[in-house]
């Protein structure tokens, strides 16, 4: 019943996040509009900031660090979802009403209960998809997202097995609200929880390959992330639990989405070059088109 449960509710997470950063992709214009393209220098600096965060997040004192994760959530919510809620203090009136949700529910229910994991599970896959159109409307290719997994991909495993430095900071937000993850907990018995940086990788890849490739690269993302994001690290986890004859602390789930995404992108980009934004018209470019009018 546990692998099931893992298996259903980390499908579920990682389908939804692509489901709606795609959607978003295809119907919203960013805030921030295309400033350019990325670069190997880009991915550079993103990975700076990726091996960053962790260590600046440990050296906080542990209730500060809540509180900068509430702020940071806040602030993703807001530059994300300008352009569907225009009103400054209407848009800041629902983040507010969001985050303070999640802050109730882990104080009245504590934090291995289901309303606590929904209420901060809805936060983490708004913040996601409004970080991933930020991205992808703003330049990012699939070339990019691929390179930048395959580079996550030996981040996750030396910090996960070398340097314990994930655990470490799973650790460090035990006991607070406003996990950076999202899942669902039932009691002591069913859990299943998703890192906020693994959607954000799913979200990013999905939505770059049908900006680059169309329906074709969407179907190729879904699987990849179906397969290889959702079930492989549930099954690969069970697996060495059964041959070592305890379950593992960690098994970083890029360890196996990175590297099939990366050969996911070199198999589409056997189809041509990538779509540019100017390339792809979408269902908010024709209604915002002015009408034919008859000459």
Not at 28 to 45: E, K, L, Q, S, T
Not at 161 to 185: H, I, K, M, S
Not at 250 to 276: D, K, S
Request: one cysteine or more.
């Amino acid at each position: 019943m546990s692998v099931f449960f893992q298996l259903a509710v980390t499908c579920f997470l990682a389908l939804a996040v692509c489901a709606g950063a795609v959607s978003y992709f295809r119907t919203v214009r960013a805030a921030r509009p295309p400033v350019g393209v990325f670069n190997g220098r880009d991915i550079f600096v993103i990975m700076g900031f990726v091996l960053a965060l962790p260590y600046i997040y440990l050296a906080l004192p542990g209730g500060v660090l809540p509180v900068v994760l509430a702020l940071v959530f806040a602030g993703g919510l807001s530059v994300g979802y300008q352009p569907l809620i225009g009103n400054g203090r209407l848009r800041w009136a629902l983040i507010a009403a969001l985050i303070a949700s999640v802050y109730v529910s882990h104080t009245a229910f504590g934090e291995a209960a289901p309303p606590y994991w929904v209420a901060n599970s809805c936060v983490v896959v708004l913040v996601v998809v409004s970080a991933t159109n930020l991205n992808v409307q703003g330049g990012m290719r699939l070339s990019n997202v691929a390179w930048f997994l395959l580079a996550l991909t030996v981040y996750d495993a030396f910090f996960a097995w070398v340097v314990p430095l994930t655990e470490e900071l799973a650790d460090a937000v035990q006991g607070y609200p406003y996990a950076p993850a999202a899942g669902l907990r039932i009691g002591d018995d069913l859990g299943a929880v998703v890192g906020m940086g693994d959607l954000l990788a799913y979200a990013l890849f999905t939505t770059c390959a049908y900006k680059a490739y169309g329906k074709v690269g969407l179907r190729v993302g879904l699987v990849l992330v179906t397969v290889f994001g959702a079930v492989a690290p549930v099954v690969v986890l069970k697996v060495i639990t059964e041959v070592l004859g305890h379950e593992p602390a960690l098994i970083p789930a890029q360890v196996v989405f990175g590297p099939a995404a990366f050969l996911g992108y070199r198999y589409l980009r056997r189809r041509g070059p990538e779509r540019r934004m100017a390339d792809v018209v979408l269902p908010r470019d024709r209604a915002a088109a002015p009408p034919a009018t008859a000459g």
